[in-house]
């Protein structure tokens, strides 16, 4: 079974820019979830999405966005980068049940110039 | 509210000795708790998992953890360290009434000295 997948393993970016990442689920997961890993700040909860809607977003300004694609394929796009959103990007897919792990890809690695 | 507190950023072992680290949760419903480990430059791999069944949950690679609801902790142990052990290690909580969102401990970095 092919894991979590996401795109691209880094991006450089500079002040101002706009990034996307991508994430492809676990085949059959239909919760997908996006953490930021920032050096000294830990992982945070960024969103959540579920059949295609954003469920739950967390502490972020609304800079940060995405979206859920019908084969349940994420997106997450930061607007007007700055330099504190260098971090590690975590995208997270879930089985059906919140009793159920979840399962990480390796990650989008954002730098900002 | 739930929150995760690992005690010890930073845990250094010698080869062959007893792995131990620390978690505790804070919650006022029945947790559903993680470890996960992480390797330089990958993601997160779920070590192992407890959502109420056995209160001793046996994970990957020799990992064990044992739920004490009256000690609100989720300690990691593994009898034997071994060299492969090192990397960084997080406890997490589900938010289960807001969707499954995880809460992560702030970590513990695990070195196996040889």
């Known amino acids: 079974e092919a894991g979590v997948t996401q795109s691209p393993t880094h991006l450089i970016k500079t002040r101002g820019q706009q990034a996307t990442l991508r994430c492809s689920p676990i085949s059959g997961h239909t919760s997908v979830y996006w953490y930021q890993q920032a050096l000294g700040l830990g992982l945070q909860f960024l969103l959540w999405y579920d059949e295609g809607e954003e469920r739950n977003r967390g502490n972020f300004p609304p800079r940060f966005s995405g979206r859920q694609f019908p084969n349940y394929s994420s997106e997450l796009n930061v607007n007007a980068l700055e330099l504190e959103d260098s971090a590690l990007y975590l995208c997270?897919?879930?089985?059906?049940?919140?009793?159920?792990?979840?399962?990480f890809g390796d990650g989008t690695r954002l730098s900002i110039l | 509210a739930q929150s995760v507190t690992q005690l010890g950023s930073h845990v250094s072992v010698s080869e062959g000795a007893l792995v131990l680290l620390r978690c505790n949760y804070s919650s006022s419903v029945p947790p559903y708790l993680f470890w996960y480990v992480q390797y330089p430059n990958q993601g997160l791999q779920l070590l192992l998992k407890y959502t109420s069944a056995a209160t001793l949950v046996k994970g990957i690679n020799g990992f064990e953890a044992e739920f004490k609801k009256s000690e609100t902790s989720f300690h990691l142990t593994k009898p034997s360290a071994h060299m492969s052990d090192a990397a960084e290690y997080f406890c997490a909580v589900t938010d289960y009434q807001r969707g499954g969102k995880l809460i992560f401990g702030q970590g513990t970095e695990l070195s196996v000295k040889p």
């Open positions: 997270a897919s879930r089985g059906l049940g919140t009793d159920q792990p979840q399962h």
